[in-house]
Nanobody, 129 residues
Framework: QSHVVESGGGLVQPGGSLRLSCAAS????????IGWFRQAPGKGREAVLC????????TYADSVKGRFTLSRDIGKSTVYLLMNSLKPEDTAVYYC??????????????????????WGQGTQVTVSS
């Protein structure tokens, strides 16, 4: 059964960095837009970032601007969420999502709460000293 899976979560000190990975099983991510969401304890799900199949990046959460970004490794069919200058308020379960779409501006035009083809199980990120 096709699915996406996140990895790379863990415990990191404030100010530190972490790289999360989103990989596909049963298909390749080349023609997919990839979104990242997070959910902190006791809070609702928040859209964080999105990268279109053509590499256009949209940041949804103002709190991560200038600190988080995305990159694609086409050969590995993997998308990375690069998180720098981490803060305790970044503590959350992080989820990647995938939607098959070739439109370069998909992440900008489509609302983040649109239906996605795949959701991962999530990976825990804890920022604490």
């Amino acid at each position: 059964q096709s699915h996406v899976v996140e990895s790379g979560g863990g415990l990191v000190q404030p100010g530190g960095s972490l790289r999360l990975s989103c990989a596909a099983s049963g298909f390749t991510l080349d023609d997919y837009a990839i979104g990242w969401f997070r959910q902190a304890p006791g809070k609702g799900r928040e859209a964080v970032l999105c990268i279109s199949s053509r590499g256009g990046i949209t940041t949804y959460a103002d709190s991560v601007k200038g600190r988080f970004t995305l990159s694609r490794d086409i050969g590995k069919s993997t998308v990375y969420l690069l998180m720098n200058s981490l803060k305790p308020e970044d503590t959350a379960v992080y989820y990647c999502t995938a939607s098959r779409n070739l439109f370069p501006d998909f992440c900008t035009v489509a609302p983040p709460n649109r239906p996605w083809d795949y959701w991962g199980q999530g990976t825990q990120v804890t920022v604490s000293s």
